[in-house]
């Protein structure tokens, strides 16, 4: 028997006869889709977002952001939101703390580069940077809007006109987000007397 492999004898009635099965369920196997599921949760997260930005956007000195530089940079703004402390950043991009105030949202948005704010937001609908920055120009939103309930071959006519376009006036493509996978939920694991009763169900339709 393989090692970290527990198996539990369950008897069901076929044919009016008693059969053993056995049922292997893996102990690892709970804690490897666990740890995918908080991957993938995580790469959504508030914590990973803030931390990322603070890392590719850069401070009055050039440098990326620390804590510390990004709590002055919201400092410095002419009109911040509020006021923003070295400690509750770090909490935030380390995944202390993941339920900031909207003003505190608002002031590190600003401070930046005025990211969209929904960019914060943990979940994978709103992970596309470009896209939500796109989406604060008022002529893209309409455009968004013109295309809503178009049906899909027209959009994707829309899309390659525009594909075309881009490549006409020099300008970089985009990344074609609708195509990534979208990651698998992990499935629960089944309990014992659930995986035993998935088992007679499946015996008896043989």
């Not at 703390?97 to 930046?112: G, M």
């Not at 594909?163 to 990651?183: C, Q």
């Amino acid at each position: 028997m393989p090692d970290g492999v527990s198996t539990k004898v369950h008897k069901s009635k076929i044919n009016d006869g008693e059969r053993d099965h056995y049922v292997g369920v893996s102990s690892g196997e709970g804690e490897s889709l666990r740890g995918a599921a908080a991957e993938a949760q995580g790469s959504h997260s508030l914590a990973h977002k803030l931390k990322s930005l603070m890392a590719r956007r850069k401070d009055a000195r050039g440098k990326a952001y620390v804590s510390r530089t990004l709590s002055q940079a919201v400092d410095d703004l002419p009109d911040p939101p509020t006021s923003t402390s070295f400690a509750l950043i770090a909490k935030l991009a380390n995944g202390q703390q993941d339920n900031p105030t909207i003003k505190t949202v608002l002031a590190l948005c600003q401070a930046l580069g005025d990211v969209p704010p929904a960019y914060l937001l943990p979940h994978a609908s709103y992970d596309d940077l470009e896209a939500l920055e796109a989406f604060e120009n008022p002529l893209a939103r309409h455009l968004l809007a013109l295309l809503s309930d178009l049906p899909e071959s027209e959009m994707r006519d829309v899309i390659a006109h525009l594909k075309r376009r881009r490549e006409d006036l020099g300008l970089p493509p985009v990344p074609d987000s609708s195509s990534v996978e979208k990651p698998k939920k992990a499935r629960r694991r089944r309990t014992g007397t659930e995986a035993a009763q998935y088992a007679a169900d499946a015996l008896e339709g043989l």
